[in-house]
């Protein structure tokens, strides 16, 4: 049986200024995997995953997204995924409690005007003892930790009950405990049959961690089960200095 | 001094005035939290500098100080400065602050032009050049208040309204655009809200000090609250009452320009919060700090007791 | 000398004296706390006119200078509490000086010889006829003398702090390591800024100061990508504008000062526009020609 897609990219090229900085990528992020996007410094991989999120919109190619059986646009799933930004450039000074920034991840579910209610409050907090952060609920977002302040932000795209999460460098930068927890999670997610994608840096780890990898840069070059395709072979071939086209580097 | 607050607070003239500068506070107070939260606060001094040339041509046009109509023209021409700075900051290298001086000091300039030029001579005092540079309240109208209250009253509903969305972007907009939000329609409501508020303050409190309303209220506010919920009506209030008091103050006293009289009152709520909040005031800072080197000092000589010194 | 020759004069060394210093305020992006100290220097010359009583006084001078180089360490203790946002303090710290400033200067206005218009837009018409005798000798007018010897302090200065003025601004925390204090020519720059702005105020006013600090740097910072040929640029642009600022506004019978930054924005707008190097249809020509070379790689490619 073929596995089922979550997102299905086809031909796409994305440009910052007429530089492109993907080219004519084609590549499938499958149902239920917990998926690491890998490649070097500027190779496209936040580009790949704002493309994803509509945040940029692409020269050429289409995105097919998979929530029931049906291919459908961004427009009508945006709701059924979550996104999890690089270390979050907000103002940590903000009049906002963790609790607060949790319910955020509701805000899509409630659509303009309407007020989180108790349902909304009781699956922030839910969320909350899972990122281990019960009790701090009334902190505000200043008074965290760097790992704390990214769980906080998981927690928050978990209180978006989405099917596809796609989380950007989440364990740059935070201690060991905040990782352990983050992929805990992330795992347990993919068991209910979540997609989970992540911009990882980290390539000690993605085979402990992940089911299946794609190497970026500029292009997929190669991608499939962590297993078979995770190969020094590979990752030589992505990591190869003069793969850089000489274009400018990703925001 | 009771005696005369009181008799005050019987005068007409001085009713219409207090009211008309508590509102505006209010009003600034609240709104100013959403620009000092994105942080645009500077960009309202930039505005507000810059509605001076719309006020002249507006006069220019319509040959009268018919409030309304200068008020448009200063929309407009604060408008027209924001758009250059965003495009200069945005469109190359200049940084954001530069654009934001250059454009501040040269509408400004045009509008001490235009005024001296419309006046013929370059005393601009009596082209009424003075009642828009540092406000002049007492001049308020019934109308001119009335004016406030009726765009106020549809800010606050907004506010009310959009209360969630607003929150959301203020704190993170990206991530309010992955929740499909339309980012573009809540930021424009949001800057058009700004920019209002700035534009009915220039009369009362004049181009150079509107933005100072417009900032220090929420400042102080934010120092007793870590809830947006708290700190947008306490901003508010602080704004509401350093205008009726600043106003009571420069009608008691003897040649106190209003506007600054009410920037001064509002700088002490700003300074005591500073220093005093409870939580994260500068004075309870210093005690944490102090307590802290006392008790990691109190360790290390322990630590060199155990270790036999 | 004819009397527009000599305002013009004047002019032009008003304009060189705030460029200079403004060079580095455009390159270090803290022209907004120029702006403050602008329009705090007010409050210093009212205190300082109290103790002295005596507008001419260099003491008032140097009085007024310190209250700048205070707005400076007040910003920045302020930003320095994180209770409030950088932009924030100094949006706070501004309006309660200047606003004590005004509530003085209105309060006694009958006692000195300052009024809401000279604290505006400086009254340059009138500069010519304030004369600066030493000694029962006229020895020219008196803004044309303060300024000219504040220009010389600039030009000292720069001069002097050349090679510490650039390693600061282009790399503070490389400067610290090989050994000059950013923080001290930090504050030596704001006490030339703070100076310049006092002797400025009154011929063009304390908030128009902003825009002859920052506008002549800016022109220049967009033409070139030298330092040593942004400096020439800068003085060549102050002088400009305000030959251009200076005939004008006798030809519209205006603010002399408002019109010089009238032409200073419109200079550096010119600047922004057509700049052969960062201009805005240069840039988009370059835009529009990769755009070109992208679109045939695309046909190649699909």
């Not at chain 1, 084609?26 to 500027?42: D, Q, Y």
Request: hydrophobic share 50%.
């Amino acid at each position: 049986m073929e596995e089922q897609k979550a997102i299905d990219i086809h031909q796409l090229t994305v440009a910052y200024d007429a530089k492109p900085v993907l080219w004519n990528t084609s590549v499938a992020f499958k149902k239920g995997k917990l998926t690491a996007i890998v490649g070097p410094n500027g190779a496209g991989k936040s580009t790949l995953i704002k493309t994803i999120l509509d945040f940029i919109k692409p020269v050429t190619g289409q995105i097919e997204y998979f929530v029931g059986k049906q291919s459908s646009e961004y427009k009508e799933i945006k709701n059924h995924i979550a996104y999890v930004p690089q270390n979050s450039t907000v103002d940590w000074d903000f009049p906002a409690t963790v609790l607060d920034v949790v319910l955020m991840g509701r805000y899509g579910h409630l659509g303009w005007f309407k007020r989180p209610r108790k349902k909304d409050k009781d699956i922030a907090k839910e969320m909350l003892v899972k990122v281990g952060m019960p009790s701090f609920s009334n902190r505000q977002i200043s008074q965290l930790s760097g790992g704390q302040r990214q769980r906080v932000f998981l927690a928050r795209a978990l209180a978006q009950e989405a099917e596809i999460y796609m989380l950007d460098e989440p364990l740059a930068g935070v201690d060991m405990k905040t990782e352990h927890i983050i992929m805990d999670l992330l795992k347990e997610l993919t068991k209910k049959n979540k997609t989970v994608i992540v911009v990882h840096h980290d390539l000690q780890t993605v085979e402990e961690y992940f089911d299946e990898v794609i190497f970026i840069n500029q292009e997929v070059l190669n991608s499939g089960p962590v297993s078979s395709v995770f190969t020094k072979a590979n990752i030589e071939e992505t990591y190869r200095q003069d793969r850089n086209l000489g274009e400018e580097e990703d925001t | 001094m009771w005696d005369q607050i009181t008799l005050l607070f019987k005068d007409y003239t001085f009713q219409i005035v207090a009211l008309g500068t508590g509102f505006l506070g209010l009003l600034s107070g609240a709104i100013g939290t959403y620009a000092t939260l994105k942080k645009e606060s500077l960009l309202g001094d930039a505005l507000s500098h810059s509605a001076l040339p719309g006020i002249g041509i507006g006069f220019l046009i319509i040959q009268s100080k018919e409030l309304t109509g200068l008020l448009i023209g200063a929309t407009i021409s604060g408008l027209i400065a924001t758009a250059i700075i965003q495009l200069m900051s945005k469109k190359s290298s200049v940084k954001f602050d530069s654009a934001l001086s250059l454009v501040l000091s040269s509408f400004f300039g045009l509008g001490l032009v235009i005024m001296t030029h419309i006046q013929g001579s370059p005393n601009a005092q009596q082209a009424g050049l003075d009642s828009f540079i540092f406000g002049q309240a007492s001049a308020m109208l019934v109308r001119d208040v009335r004016l406030i209250a009726i765009i106020g009253t549809i800010i606050f509903l907004l506010v009310i309204v959009f209360w969630k969305e607003f929150k959301l972007f203020a704190f993170d907009s990206d991530f309010g655009r992955t929740l499909g939000f339309s980012g573009k329609f809540i930021e424009f409501l949001m800057s058009t809200m700004i920019v209002l508020t700035i534009i009915l303050g220039l009369e009362s409190v004049g181009v150079i000090l509107v933005s100072a309303l417009l900032i220090g209220p929420s400042v102080a506010a934010r120092q007793w609250s870590n809830k947006l919920g708290v700190v947008l009506p306490l901003a508010g209030a602080i704004g509401f009452v350093s205008g009726i008091s600043g106003t009571i103050i420069s009608s008691i006293g003897n040649r106190i320009p209003t506007g600054p009289s009410i920037v001064v009152v509002l700088s002490i709520f700003v300074i005591f919060s500073l220093f005093f909040s409870p939580e994260r005031g500068m004075i309870v800072k210093r005690s944490i700090h102090k307590k802290q080197q006392k008790n990691f000092m109190k360790q290390i000589k322990s630590l060199e007791k155990e270790h036999g010194k | 000398m004819t009397i527009i020759t000599e305002i013009t004069l004047i002019a032009v060394v008003v304009s060189i004296a705030c460029a200079l210093p403004g060079v580095f305020l455009v390159l270090r992006g803290t022209t907004m706390v120029s702006d403050a100290i602008t329009h705090t220097v007010l409050l210093g010359i009212v205190l300082a006119f109290f103790v002295t009583q005596d507008l001419n006084s260099p003491f008032l001078i140097v009085g007024a200078t310190l209250m700048g180089v205070f707005t400076v360490w007040a910003i920045e203790t302020l930003q320095h509490t994180k209770l409030l946002g950088d932009d924030a303090a100094i949006g706070v710290v501004f309006p309660l000086f200047f606003s004590i400033a005004i509530i003085l200067i209105t309060r006694y206005t009958g006692d000195i010889h300052l009024d809401q218009d000279t604290v505006l837009m400086g009254e340059l018409a009138f500069a010519p006829f304030r004369r600066l005798t030493v000694f029962g000798i006229d020895i020219g007018a008196r803004a044309f003398v303060t300024m000219m010897i504040i220009l010389l302090v600039n030009v000292g200065f720069v001069t002097l702090f050349y090679k510490e003025l650039k390693v600061t601004t282009f790399d503070a925390a490389f400067a610290a390591a090989v050994g000059f204090s950013p923080v001290l020519i930090y504050y030596g720059l704001m006490t030339l800024v703070s100076l310049t702005a006092v002797g400025a105020y009154d011929s063009v006013g304390s908030i128009l100061v902003v825009g002859f600090m920052v506008g002549p740097g800016l022109t220049a910072y967009l033409l070139t990508h030298q330092l040593k040929k942004m400096i020439g640029l800068t003085v060549l642009f102050a002088a400009v504008n305000s030959i251009i600022g200076v005939r004008l506004a006798f030809a519209f019978d205006s603010s002399i000062a408002g019109m010089i930054a009238v032409v200073t924005g419109i200079v550096c707008l010119l600047a922004f526009t057509f700049s052969p190097r960062k201009g805005l249809i240069q840039n988009s020509l370059n835009r529009r020609k990769r755009q070109k070379e992208f679109n045939e790689k695309i046909k190649k490619v699909y």
